[in-house]
């Protein structure tokens, strides 16, 4: 892979004034509910938690939790793997999970079945990015930031093989890149 910047599809100013939206709906959406826990579903969501829950006007505690489906490539292997739970109790809680981005809807899917388990009291699901055209099986996304092509996308906590976490913008890379 190229060390080249990858052009950009999103800015850092639009990131952060979505953000900052999707930061006062959730806050008024959950303003009577109380103790809401954000899940951040590692590593790619990483960012985009520490910015959304940084604004929060409402209670709330952060937990975080890690699955596996690409493992290095662009491809998904279809399988969901835990490698990491929540640590917390989120038995009769509000969750809201954190993800980074929504592909094809497995990984979500798995999360939401895997998490109801625990017995909270309410479950919705938050996604910077979301590509509609990827769609295999169909979730709910309470609160999306942007939906996007089926394009791969790198930066603000996401990456393709480990690069470009860091970057501040969303850039597009081509596999081959
Ligand atoms: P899904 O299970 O196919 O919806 O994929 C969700 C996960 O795949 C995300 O949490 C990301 O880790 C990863 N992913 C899917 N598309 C991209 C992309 O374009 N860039 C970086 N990661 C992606």
């Not at 917390?88 to 388990?117: A, P």
């Not at 996304?141 to 860091?166: C, K, M, P, Q, S």
């Amino acid at each position: 892979m190229s060390d080249a910047a990858p052009p950009v599809l999103i800015s850092e100013s639009e990131i952060a004034a979505r953000v900052e939206e999707l930061a006062r709906q959730i806050s008024a959406d959950y303003q009577d509910k109380g103790d809401l826990v954000l899940i951040g579903v590692l590593k790619g969501a990483f960012i985009f938690l520490a910015d959304l829950s940084r604004q929060l006007t409402i209670p709330r505690t952060i937990e975080f939790i890690a699955v596996s489906s690409y493992e290095n490539s662009s491809v998904s292997s279809g399988a969901v793997r835990l490698v990491m739970d929540v640590r917390g109790n989120i038995e009769g809680r509000h969750v809201l999970i954190v993800e980074d981005i929504v592909d094809t809807g497995r990984t979500l899917e798995y999360l939401i079945g895997m998490l109801e388990s625990h017995g909270p009291a309410s479950i919705r699901t938050c996604a910077l990015l979301h590509k509609p055209g990827s769609t295999e099986v169909e979730v709910d996304i309470n609160y999306v930031g942007f939906g996007i092509g089926g394009e791969w996308v790198v930066g603000y906590g996401l990456d393709y093989a480990e690069h470009n976490r860091t970057l501040p913008y969303i850039g597009k890379v081509k596999p081959s890149d």
